[in-house]
């Protein structure tokens, strides 16, 4: 078994506390340069599929999802793009005794369209290892913040530590968010990758464009 990660609390001299980071969630954000000079075509081939499907209902409260089968329709951009997802997955996989692994990972992928006002609730993703999302357009929210149209991942710690004394928080890496949500901004060419079992939702979007991303899971 790996050790977590610890701290050493205590100045020179004074008894020393061996401070243990317990229950990390890894998160992964990644600019992929590669992958942005391909979203001209996956605006094309998304908003052109929006025509011609009408919505499904999942998560999404307003604007419109595609059916799960992007990997058959999104071209060979979309296999692109799932192949750089896998590549990711497989470095953030390791067996229990923290060595590396090789997955063949099964992979389901939709397109998400939202526009002024549309947002997704909280939701997890069960049946799968991992979960994440590709930013085809932000909306122009990586240049104007009050558009709204985060990602927010919740704590899976719970509102606990931030029940009785919200004031206060823990010392260490992870103290000032505990009880709280974490939020990642759309930016058109980002991916983020987070464990299928982590609550999120996407907060309202504000702006007049569209705000276009394509979403996927992975499992074994």
């Known amino acids: 078994m790996r050790e977590p990660p610890r701290e050493t609390l205590g100045a020179q001299g004074e008894a020393k506390a ?10 992964a954000v990644v600019d992929v340069p590669g992958l942005r000079a391909l979203n001209p075509e996956f605006k094309t081939t998304i908003l052109a599929r929006r025509q011609s499907h009408a919505s499904t209902d999942a998560s999404n409260l307003g604007g419109w999802q595609s059916d799960w ?9 979309m296999l692109r793009l799932l192949d750089t997802v896998k590549g990711l997955a497989g470095k953030m996989t390791v067996t229990r005794r923290g060595e590396p692994v090789s997955v063949t990972w099964r992979a389901n992928a939709w397109a998400n369209v939202n526009g002024p006002g549309d947002a997704n609730e909280f939701h997890i993703h069960p049946g799968s290892a991992w979960s994440g999302v590709y930013y085809v357009d932000d909306g122009g929210i990586a240049a104007d913040p009050a558009l709204g149209g985060e990602l927010e991942l919740k704590d899976p710690r719970g509102a606990a530590p931030a029940m009785y004394a919200p004031h206060l928080t823990y010392a260490g890496p992870g103290g000032p968010s505990a009880g709280a949500s974490e939020l990642i901004r759309p ?34």
């Open 69 to 77: 089968e992007m990997a058959s329709w999104g071209g060979v951009a």
């Open 18 to 27: 061996d401070l243990r980071l317990f229950f990390p969630t890894p998160v």
């Open 187 to 220: 930016k058109s060419g980002l991916l983020v990758l987070f464990p299928a079992w982590l609550y999120h939702q996407v907060r309202p979007y504000r702006g007049k464009a569209l705000r276009i991303s394509i979403a996927f899971n992975l499992s074994l």
